[in-house]
Structures are given as structure tokens and as C-alpha cells.
């Protein structure tokens, strides 16, 4: 019942930044909590950040913790995530996705977009 689309992501250097975006369609955007999960050529999906249905509650990866920020606008639909102090082993495709509650699982998201490409090089 929601569609997902990303966007933003692209090439930059270590140190740089990006903000990804997250469409949402549908009218029960707000009734979702939303994540971010990548993953890299070889290896499995990993969680990356999670937010809340009203955007209280915030988690993330001790990988990108300090790094990444996770917000969402429910009036747009869209939630974000901006990625600061970029290093080349972020480099993976990031995947928006829509859970019941917020969890740093997988397998918790009923509804997953496309993913966009995120390269970072040294």
C-alpha cells in the first residue's frame, strides 16, 4: 500500500556529503516507521538508521553513527538521510523501506524501494 522511491545518491570523495531522499506514496505514510539499509557488491544488507512514525525516535549503526542523520517530513511524504564525512566503505546501494515499528532488521520492512548508488572514493 506505499511506494517507495529514492533519490540523491551519486559520486563524491571521502569527506564529502549527500543527502538521500526517500518518496513516499500513498496517504498512510505517517502510520510507518521508516529505514535506511545499504548494501555493498559481496556482502549482505546491512541496517543503517531508522526513525519513528513522528520522527521522535531516531536509531543507527555504529558504523554511521555521528555521520548520518535520519529525519522525515510527514507533510512531504519523504523521509531523508543525510550523510556527512562520507568514506569509501560506505559506498553501497541504499535502500528506503517501511516497517510497523522502527528496527535495525531486515526482515521487519514490508515495503522496500529501488535503492540508489552511493560511490565513495579516496
Known amino acids: 500500500q506505499v511506494q517507495l522511491v529514492e533519490s540523491g545518491g551519486g559520486l563524491v570523495q571521502a569527506g564529502g556529503s549527500l543527502r538521500l531522499s526517500c518518496a513516499a506514496s500513498?496517504?498512510?505514510?505517517?502510520?510507518?516507521?521508516m529505514g535506511w539499509f545499504r548494501q555493498a557488491p559481496g556482502k549482505e544488507r546491512e541496517f543503517v538508521a531508522a526513525?519513528?512514525?513522528?520522527?521522535?525516535?531516531?536509531y543507527y549503526a555504529d558504523s554511521v553513527k555521528g555521520r548520518f542523520t535520519i529525519s522525515r517530513d510527514n507533510a512531504k511524504n519523504t523521509v531523508y538521510l543525510q550523510m556527512n564525512s562520507l568514506k569509501p566503505e560506505d559506498t553501497a546501494v541504499y535502500y528506503c523501506?517501511?516497517?510497523?515499528?522502527?528496527?535495525?532488521?531486515?526482515?521487519?520492512?514490508?515495503?522496500w524501494g529501488q535503492g540508489t548508488q552511493v560511490t565513495v572514493s579516496s
Open positions: 523501506a517501511a516497517a510497523q515499528v522502527a528496527a535495525p532488521v531486515s526482515h521487519e520492512y514490508d515495503y
Open positions: 500513498g496517504r498512510t505514510f505517517s502510520t510507518y516507521a
Open positions: 526513525i519513528g512514525r513522528n520522527g521522535g525516535d531516531t
